[in-house]
């Protein structure tokens, strides 16, 4: 494995199935009365975090405290940042602090690439701008694989806010490496102008891919991102690319219904198909403790020496 | 990881909690000068006796519970378990720990990978704690063993038994119960072969590398010998 996390794309087929299996054995920790292994005791983890994020930062936070590493956050707003630090001075202090790993989330794409050139730590990324969220991929894989067994071959199909989405982009990258179909269905107005050269189809109805599907992933509409008259109305996007109960009824009985959270119930998932025994969503939350667990494990529990 | 030293760990163990480097020794090692101290029909014998041993120390092994460390651990904890139930007729409960996150050495190598941890539904809480190991050497997989159980439940009691016990213990622990007393020099590697994972029953006695390997006395944080056993 890479030093750091940056994209998803810089996992190979057994990296990638290494942190599954180390996230599999970790998610057992779970159901034990001490959550807490020695592992990683006396190194210290920072949260950067540039962006707003709730449940990302405090599912890394979770997962370092488990493993006894010590937990530094770092949140842009009401820090040296706002006062006018750049990324590359915010980068040397933390490494005049001493971190083992560097945990970034940024609205720039490739900050987190930038970074690992300044500091000795890993640098795992937890997000970047439009780009990449290569831990919400590993989540999501490994839901997957524990509630439908297999990864190969798997029928993914992606839906929604893919331009804006760096969970889509991740996880396209993932799942081919791990030999799963994926299908992106979206707005033509809401796909990347690359598109084309990703490994993934494209389809643009969503009722004709639904019945073709064992994994539905639902993305939300980043209206925080959108500077630009995307789609007509919210109401007309939820009503051709919006998940209901009546479009949930299409898909094979076998199939799970994905989000990568928050979710805007009643815009591209409704509230029934959201809280239905096919969706993994609160599954996904607690599967990310034990991803990022395994990605800390083996990125900073053996010898510092390895390239 | 190439060249086995003494220094760097018995190699078994090695082997056992990281699979990757399991062909890698093989190859290195490749049993020169090595010499079988063990045939199968003894191993068979010895685990019968351990067998035996546990029922009287433990008054019938109706509290028993048999935790394997992997991954050579394992298998043994499982046919010490059926010949348990043989000679008292009823199943005693099996179970595996791996120790992985809870090893002193860990920043000596690169990440090891992960063995399975299954502690029957029954728990270990009020439990005989029988923990299986092949190989007992420094004593350091046992003391990680101690911390891991800790974790998962508080035992009655914590006994030990290992197939082979090879001396050269750095750390005040002991085994309950012994399958063989082997007597080694550090320079030499001792590995157990069990049919289930190797396709041959048999203890291997072998030198080690030469000196000057990767992980030799001179590296840092392993001085003497910071072998995990």
């Known amino acids: 494995m890479n030093r750091h996390l940056i994209s998803a794309a810089d996992l190979s087929r057994a990296d990638a199935l290494l942190i599954l299996d180390t996230a599999e054995e970790l998610a057992q920790m779970a159901d034990r009365p001490i959550r807490k292994l020695p592992t990683l005791r006396g190194r210290t983890v920072v949260n950067l975090f540039y962006e707003d994020s709730t449940r990302t930062r405090i599912s890394f936070e979770a997962a370092a405290k488990r493993l006894s590493a010590d937990v530094i956050n770092f949140s842009a707003k009401g820090s040296s940042v706002a006062k006018g630090e750049s990324l590359k001075d915010t980068a040397l202090t933390l490494e005049a602090m001493g971190a083992d790993a560097v945990v970034i989330r940024h609205g720039a794409s490739g900050a987190p690439h930038r970074l690992a050139g300044w500091v000795r730590g890993c640098v795992v990324n937890a997000g970047d701008g439009a780009h990449e969220h290569p831990t919400q991929a590993l989540l999501d894989a490994f839901t997957m694989r524990r509630r439908l067994g297999r990864l190969d071959g798997l029928r993914v199909t992606i839906v929604g806010d893919v331009l804006h989405s760096r969970v889509a982009r991740s996880n396209v990258l993932l799942l081919a490496t791990l030999g799963a179909e994926v299908t992106l269905v979206a707005p033509p107005t809401l796909l990347p102008v690359a598109v084309g050269g990703w490994p993934c189809a494209v389809g643009y109805d969503l009722s004709a891919a639904l019945p073709k599907s064992d994994v539905v992933m639902m993305l939300r509409v980043q209206q925080e991102r959108m500077n630009a008259a995307y789609f007509p109305t919210v109401r007309e996007y939820s009503r051709r690319y919006g998940l209901d109960a009546d479009r949930a009824a299409l898909l094979p009985e076998h199939a799970i219904v994905m989000h990568p959270g928050p979710m805007n119930r009643g815009v591209e998932i409704a509230a029934e198909v959201a809280d239905s025994p096919r969706s993994t969503i609160v599954e996904q939350v607690s599967n990310g403790v034990s991803v990022r667990m395994a990605v800390l494990y083996l990125l900073l529990g053996g010898s510092e020496a390895q390239g | ?229």
């Open chain 2, 1 to 229: 990881m190439h060249a086995v030293h003494p220094a760097d760990g018995d190699p078994s163990r090695r082997a056992s909690t990281d699979l990757t480097a399991s062909t890698d020794l093989t190859a290195s090692t490749d049993l020169r000068a090595s010499k079988t101290v063990w045939e199968p029909a003894e191993i068979s014998r010895a685990l019968t006796r351990i067998a035996h041993e546990i029922l009287e120390r433990t008054d019938g092994a109706g509290e028993v519970i048999l935790l394997g460390i992997p991954t050579r651990g394992v298998p043994l904890a499982h046919r010490l378990g059926e010949r348990l139930a043989q000679v008292e007729g009823r199943a005693v409960p099996v179970g595996s720990l791996d120790i992985t996150m809870y090893r002193d050495d860990l920043r000596l190598r690169p990440a090891r990978t992960l063995g399975h941890t299954e502690v029957p539904v029954t728990g270990i809480d009020g439990r005989v704690v029988v923990l299986v190991d092949d190989v007992l050497y420094s004593g350091r997989t046992v003391r990680a063993a101690l911390d891991a159980l800790s974790d998962i439940g508080r035992p009655r009691g914590v006994q030990l038994a290992v197939l082979v016990d090879r001396g050269h213990r750095e750390l005040p622990i002991r085994a309950d119960y012994v399958g063989k007393n082997l007597p080694t020099s550090q320079r030499e590697v001792v590995r157990v072969l069990l049919t289930e994972i190797d396709g041959q029953d048999a203890v291997v006695l072998g030198e080690g590398g030469g000196p000057g390997g990767p992980g030799s006395p001179g590296s840092p944080g392993s001085p003497g010998g910071t072998a995990v056993r």
